[in-house]
């Protein structure tokens, strides 16, 4: 028993280790960019396509990802073959981001057209919680559930600077900028500190 529970908590721990090369931070900032680019491309675009631009964009982001992960982080820090229980949540993970672009998208649609009449943005706050709160379970990390109550906020307190201060756009472009910048920056740190700390094996060739 007492080897079972080693190997879990070890698998736990390089698992952990794994989801902490910047990644994933990168892939949902780039997906909350949505908020705080949309609005501003509205008037030029209109609120559809506005939004539908992102839909490129995000592929362009996810593929450029999955290649520096195959040819710069995986041959510095190796490539593991977890347990079925360990990739039972891998996959759920990625249920739950599929799931969580495709809520953000129509919900941000749905908000350009102002079909909520609920205040402060809520139905954002909770989609936000509740997804990085899932996430933050799946891949075992505290940093997303603070991810989440971060994004919780953020509507609202772009919601209070646009009434009390004046920002257009209910405060999205400002706040959901701050948001999205802080975890793509965090990413792209976390990736160099990777590089920059685990030269690659030698004779390893990068491609």
């Known amino acids: 028993m007492n080897n079972q529970t080693s190997l879990k908590n070890l698998e736990r721990e390089v698992f952990r280790t794994?989801?902490?090369?910047?990644?994933?931070?990168?892939?949902?900032?780039?997906v909350l960019l949505i908020f705080a680019i949309a609005p501003l491309l509205s008037n030029t675009l209109g609120d559809f396509w506005s939004s539908m631009v992102f839909l490129p964009f995000w592929g362009l982001i996810f593929l450029g990802l999955r290649i520096i992960r195959k040819s710069q982080?995986?041959?510095?820090?190796?490539?593991?073959?977890?347990?079925?229980?360990?990739?039972?949540?891998?996959k759920n993970l990625n249920l739950i981001i599929l799931v969580f672009n495709l809520a953000a998208f129509a919900l941000?649609?749905?908000?350009?057209?102002?079909?909520?009449n609920v205040p402060?943005?809520?139905?954002?706050?909770?989609?936000?919680?509740i997804g990085f709160s899932l996430g933050g379970y799946m891949v075992e990390s505290p940093r997303f559930y603070?991810?989440?109550?971060?994004?919780?906020?953020?509507?609202?307190?772009?919601?209070?600077?646009?009434?009390?201060?004046?920002?257009?756009?209910h405060g999205f472009p400002v706040v959901f900028g701050i948001l999205a910048g802080g975890m793509i920056l965090y990413g792209v740190f976390r990736m160099i500190t990777i590089i920059r700390d685990y030269p690659l094996p030698a004779?390893?060739?990068l491609g």
């Open 18 to 30: 794994i989801t902490k090369d910047g990644i994933l931070d990168i892939q949902i900032g780039s």
């Open 73 to 90: 982080l995986k041959p510095r820090i190796g490539q593991v073959e977890f347990g079925s229980y360990r990739v039972k949540r891998l």
């Open 108 to 116: 941000g649609l749905l908000a350009f057209f102002n079909v909520f």
């Open 120 to 129: 402060g943005g809520l139905p954002l706050s909770i989609l936000l919680l």
């Open 146 to 169: 603070l991810y989440g109550i971060f994004s919780a906020i953020t509507p609202l307190v772009g919601e209070y600077l646009y009434n009390n201060h004046g920002f257009s756009h």
């Open 203 to 205: 004779g390893e060739e």
